[in-house]
Every structure is written in C-alpha cells, then in structure tokens.
C-alpha cells in the first residue's frame, strides 16, 4: 500500500494523472531485471502529425512530452490541435545516456533495429514487447527528476521525450543544457481519448 502511494505521489509531482504500474520481466541480458511503465496523461494536444503517429502533449504543470500512437489507436484522425485528451502509453526506459560522439552528432536521429544494442550491450526495456520503436537520439537536457530517476530531453526535430534511467548516476553526470545521445524506446502509446467538454 505505501508502494502503490509513493508512486503515484511522483506521478502527481510530475504533472501526470490518472495510474502507473511496474511490470518486471527477464530482459535481454541474462539475470536483468527489466521494469516498464503504463503513464496515463491528460494533456493538451499542441501538434498532431498523422503521417508519423506522433503527437506532442502539453500536461498540466506545463511539462511536453511526445509519443508515437501504436496501430491499437484507431481515432487518431478525430484528434485535433488544442483538443484535450487522456493518453496512456508506455515510457521509454533509457539504455544509455552520455555525451555523443562526433559521428553521432551527424546522425541525430537513428531509429536501430530490434537486434541492435547500444554500446553497453543492452536493449531498451520492453520495447519490442509493446512495438515501440528503439531510437537513437542526440537531444539536449531540459530537465532532471532524480526522485523519480527521469530525464526530459529535447530532440533534434523538436519534440520531447521523457525516459527513466536504470543507473541513476547517469542523472548526477547531466545538467541542464547538456547535450546527450539517449538510446531507449520511444513513448508508444496504446489509446488516445478526448475528454468530453463539461458542461
């Protein structure tokens, strides 16, 4: 019970609504423990982008976040901008996060096979188990959550991408501003609502 309200005590200071849960599953690697999160947002729709899937939220405490609409989301054409809507998707979990190299720099934006790993050998959790796309990103810092083990990173197309870190000293070696190459799985979310208009 002090579990279940902890957790939805940083949900709330993170600005999301609604429920969380933890699933753990053997990972990719021998004896790894790997956990993946259900987030349920309300959020206002800022940009929609049907050919991609992607829609960028805007929460209640002003937080963005970007996911990719799963082929389980069947009303993304009645989505509009400004519409408000309930969202739950998964959070990526972040492989690694680190300075990127020069070559990675020429190349922002790679989205890896479900075969590759990052340099450390592992696969971001639960990505291929729920069809979200394993990414590489060079992004830039824009905030830090070392409570909840997050980072909220800024791409270089522009969206945004919140990932929970295995390691937490991955956070303590990052500051605002930084720029930083991410591998994980993108934010695939499963259903997209819009919440009825009160009367």
């Known amino acids: 019970m002090k579990t279940r309200h902890a957790l939805l005590n ?8 609604a429920s969380a849960y933890a699933q753990e599953s053997k990972g990719p690697l021998p004896d790894q423990r790997i956990v993946r999160e259900l987030l349920s ?6 940009s929609i982008d049907i050919a991609t899937r992607e829609l960028t939220l805007k929460g ?6 970007t996911v990719v609409a799963g082929d389980q989301v069947k009303s993304l054409n009645e989505i509009r901008h ?12 972040a492989a690694e996060l680190r300075p990127p190299t020069l070559e990675e720099q020429k190349q922002p934006f790679v989205i890896l096979n479900a075969k590759e ?10 990505a291929a188990a729920h069809g979200a796309r394993v990414v590489r990103v060079v992004t830039t810092v824009e905030a830090l959550d070392r409570l909840t083990q997050t980072a909220t990173l800024k791409g270089p ?20 501003g930084d720029t ?19 009367e």
Do not use: F, Q, W
């Open 157 to 176: 197309r522009g969206h945004y991408l919140t990932v929970r870190v295995k390691d937490p000293s991955l956070l303590e070696k990052s500051r605002l």
């Open 60 to 65: 209640p405490m002003g937080n963005l976040v």
């Open 82 to 93: 400004g519409d408000e809507v309930t969202v739950k998707y998964y959070i990526g979990i």
């Open 117 to 126: 790993t990052s340099t450390n050998g592992t696969t971001p959790a639960g």
């Open 10 to 17: 940083i949900l709330i200071s993170a600005g999301l609504t």
């Open 41 to 46: 947002i309300t959020a206002k729709v800022l």
């Open 180 to 198: 930083v190459l991410v591998t994980c799985a993108e934010a695939l979310a499963i259903s997209v609502e819009k919440v009825k208009a009160r």
